[in-house]
């Protein structure tokens, strides 16, 4: 070969050799670009993902629970309504039938199923739409906890990863049990269990298979194949369900036919409450500001309170009857609406039948006819015909706004009715043969009413109901409400008196009930003349007398010598910390009280001088049982138990000889006070038995008069009579139980002077040890020179100075005012 065809060769291997290492330089640099790339990428990809570890501690938001104090469900209160079963509370059918609906692979595969990705591909484009997924259940879980876009490519990238990284943490168990407790199901709920309460009315360990098939096929489109909206969707997907577990060989031919035959009955179930509003807004409000909203909401927190729904439902009844009562003497306040003569005539035309009516249930109605001769109205409800008779209306007169003028009376139906009239009535009974309805005329109360009862000797709020109707008004005038208690703030100022360190008072001392004048207590520069209710006077009256009986001028005159200051301190050691008024009204209840502080004082008398905490809430555990709150009630002891005997035994009075009578009917040991304030703007009946201290209120929000003669034993005190009937219903009779230091003698009623062993008539009175009056001796207690005041048929004079007070607890001052006579 010559010199000249060598050296081509030689280049030509040249090149080759620095193509080969230029080839190789650029491969090992596109190979650590692509490494780089796939680290920066698995970074990219793995960032901010949750460690898979913390897993395997699963706390998702699950519901809290309110529970009454018999266990049953009060409320529910969440964000995601769950409620995390371990799986060993889910049947084994169960979750076979979520893994053959969603992924049959997932006892094999890794988190990433390859093969059920391309079998969903095929099957879907057989279908011509999506029929199955390809998302695992590993996968499923990953979406679920982070919360990724469907649609998104990244998303899924992450979701992969994080699945394959969970398959390596946990075990297939775990995972479903994360699964299982988390998907979405459809109309608000989360996981099985909480599926299945709401589909079936059962827990997830009553699932059959048919019922667990229906469920599992929601998890794809909850709302697409939802059985309450889309029955033959889901049922569809049900049978797909089905025959995916057959195919799986997880139940047999035979089990599937039977399952696909099965009927299945579905409704939406919602847990059956206690209806017990605003006592559980109280309850809501106390947890979220100790616990936070967080953990109030998502926590899975079980609350005990104290709420009895025996009560509860009795108290409610008693309410709604007293306002009903009280709606009608107040009179009635007209039509809903009126029809004009077209709309008339269309309500007439109208087909006649029975109608969908339920006794006893509301409806609105149209006055259609008057029949003057029978006296009674027709009426026309749809379908359905009725009629009021006059005797059912005759209560039906324009209300009195004048407290002073007469009721007026209603002589004819055409008084009452027009034509055209829209009226609501309670249909009564049906008559076939007539094609008719006796109806009832009803209204809705103006006037609003409120009770607790508390538990003696524990303070446990067994009963709390603000108001007539949550739905309408949220205000809870049980606790919010400041309002004067009239006569039912005198038992504090009789304690107080029984109570004097320095001035001795018995059940038994006389004060004379006339007429006396002092400076004005809220106009300076005017003159105050405090009457009783009746506006009659009643000479010597003894503190028995004058508490039975509401007198104002005794209890003025009680007040003024014992000081205005002495007595509201006493008031505060009973519990009141509302604002009260330093003036003379005070004895006339004219400081606003809510009505937990006035039955919380009485609660004083019933268990012998112990203040109690009320008591709401009893317990909360965790989601785990652990308990997180017990409550530890105080109970102070504030006066003496002789004292607190002293003063039963006078509203024991109060009842059975005074303005309380009517709780006679009860025939049980009961004490209690009317209270009715000035103008009849509130009636209250505070009460108790050795078992149970109730407190009754009813008024107007806007404070206007409740009616002519609507005083606390007639407006309060018949709900008062008619729960404490049914709350006491099954508790033994007993009286109250008498302490040491209490003796008893035997004095005349009028003037409490004692009467001789073997004298006849009166009545044995009870006093503290050595302020018992003897035959023929002065009675402990007269004034004297002191009291001329009291003794005169009229004084003078201003009232006393308040004493200083020692330091109170910041109270926000309640509006308060002064009354001419209170009872």
Not at 717 to 734: K, N, V
Request: aromatic content about 8%; charged content about 20%; proline content about 7%.
């Amino acid at each position: 070969m010559s010199a000249s065809q060598t050296k081509p060769t030689r280049r030509r291997k040249s090149w080759l050799k620095r193509s080969i290492i230029w080839g190789g330089s650029l491969v090992l640099v596109l190979a650590i670009l692509a490494a780089g790339a796939a680290v920066v990428g698995w970074f990219y990809i793995t960032d901010n993902l949750p460690r898979v570890e913390s897993l395997t501690d699963y706390r998702p938001p699950t519901v809290t629970q309110v529970l009454a104090a018999d266990g049953s469900l009060m409320a529910q209160y969440y964000h995601q309504r769950r409620f995390v079963v371990p799986m060993t509370q889910v049947p084994r059918h169960v979750i076979q039938a979520f893994v053959a609906a969603e992924d049959g692979n997932f006892f094999r595969h890794k988190g990433i199923d390859l093969t059920g990705i391309l079998r969903a591909a095929l099957a879907n484009l057989r279908a011509g739409r999506v029929v199955q997924g390809a998302s695992t259940i590993s996968q499923q879980v990953a979406q679920g906890l982070l919360h990724t876009p469907a649609k998104d490519w990244m998303a899924k990238l992450k979701e992969m990863v994080f699945a394959w990284k969970m398959e390596k943490a946990l075990n297939k168990q775990e995972i479903l049990y994360i699964y299982l407790n988390q998907i979405y199901l459809g109309h608000g709920t989360y996981g099985v269990e909480a599926a299945a309460r709401t589909y079936f009315g059962k827990q997830a360990k009553e699932l059959d298979v048919a019922e667990a098939a229906l469920l599992a096929g929601l998890v794809q489109a909850p709302s697409r194949y939802s059985p309450l909206r889309h029955p033959r969707r889901a049922r569809t997907r049900q049978v797909y369900v089905i025959e995916r577990m057959a195919e799986e060989g997880f139940i047999t031919k035979e089990q599937a036919k039977a399952a696909l035959n099965q009927p299945v009955d579905i409704e939406l179930h919602r847990p059956k409450t206690v209806m017990a509003p605003y006592y559980e807004e109280t309850v809501r409000q106390w947890l979220e500001e100790r616990f936070g909203r967080t953990l109030l909401y998502e926590g899975g927190l079980t609350v005990h309170t104290a709420c009895d729904p025996r009560m509860t439902v009795a108290a409610k009844a008693a309410i709604a009857l007293g306002l009903a009562s009280l709606t009608r003497r107040q009179g009635y306040f007209g039509p809903l609406a009126r029809l004009n003569p077209a709309e008339l005539a269309q309500a007439k035309d109208q087909p006649v039948g029975p109608g969908e009516l339920e006794p006893g249930v509301k409806h609105r109605a149209v006055v259609v006819a008057l029949d003057q001769g029978k006296q009674r109205a027709e009426l026309r409800l749809g379908a359905a015909r009725g009629y009021l008779s006059f005797d059912e209306v005759k209560w039906a007169h324009p209300p009195v706004k004048d407290l002073d003028a007469p009721t007026p009376r209603v002589r004819e139906i055409q008084e009452v009715f027009s034509p055209g009239d829209v009226v609501m009535v309670r249909p009564v009974k049906y008559s076939p043969q007539a094609n008719l309805w006796s109806l009832e005329l009803v209204q809705e109360p103006v006037a609003q009413a409120a009770l607790l009862a508390l538990e003696n000797h524990t303070g446990r709020v067994r009963v709390m109901i603000g108001g007539s109707d949550f739905q309408k008004s949220q205000y809870n005038r049980a606790l919010q409400a400041r309002r004067q208690p009239g006569s039912a703030f005198k038992p504090l100022i009789y304690a107080a008196a029984l109570d004097h360190p320095a001035k001795v008072y018995t059940s038994s001392t006389q004060i004379l009930d006339a007429p006396i004048t002092y400076d004005d207590p809220v106009n300076p520069g005017e003159k105050w003349r405090p009457k009783n209710y009746s506006s009659r006077f009643y000479g010597p009256t003894t503190l028995r007398q004058a508490l039975a009986h509401s007198r104002n001028v005794v209890t003025v005159k009680l007040l003024s010598d014992l000081g205005i200051g002495y007595v509201v301190n006493y008031a505060r050691r009973l519990g009141i910390m509302s604002a009260l008024s330093p003036n003379l009204s005070l004895a006339l209840g004219t400081s606003g009280l809510s009505l937990l502080e006035i039955t919380l004082a009485y609660g004083v008398f019933d268990d012998q001088g112990i203040l109690m905490d009320p008591v709401f809430v009893e317990k909360v555990t965790d989601r785990d049982g652990g308990e997180i709150y017990a409550s530890a009630p105080q109970q102070r002891r504030v006066i003496s138990p002789v004292t607190a005997y002293l003063v039963t035994h006078l509203l024991k009075g109060v009842i059975e000889d005074g303005t309380g009578r009517s709780m006679l009917a009860l025939k049980r040991p009961l004490a209690g006070k009317t209270g009715t304030t000035n103008d009849l703007r509130d009636a209250w009946f505070v009460g108790y038995s050795p078992q149970l201290i109730c407190g009754v209120w009813v008024g107007q929000d806007d404070n206007r008069p409740l009616g002519k003669r609507e005083t606390g034993a007639r407006a309060a005190g018949p709900i008062w009579r008619q729960f404490m009937g049914q709350a006491l219903e099954g508790q033994p009779t007993e009286d109250f139980p008498v302490p040491d230091g209490v003796v008893f003698a035997k004095v005349d009623r009028e003037s409490g002077q004692p009467i001789a062993a073997g004298g006849k008539g009166g009545f044995f009175e009870s006093f503290k040890e050595g302020r018992q009056p003897t035959p023929g001796g002065p009675l402990p207690g007269g004034q004297g020179d002191k009291g001329k005041d009291f003794l005169q048929s009229e004084s003078f004079g201003a009232p006393p100075a308040p004493a200083p007070a020692p330091p109170e607890p910041n109270v926000a001052p309640q509006p308060s005012g002064s009354s001419d006579h209170q009872n």
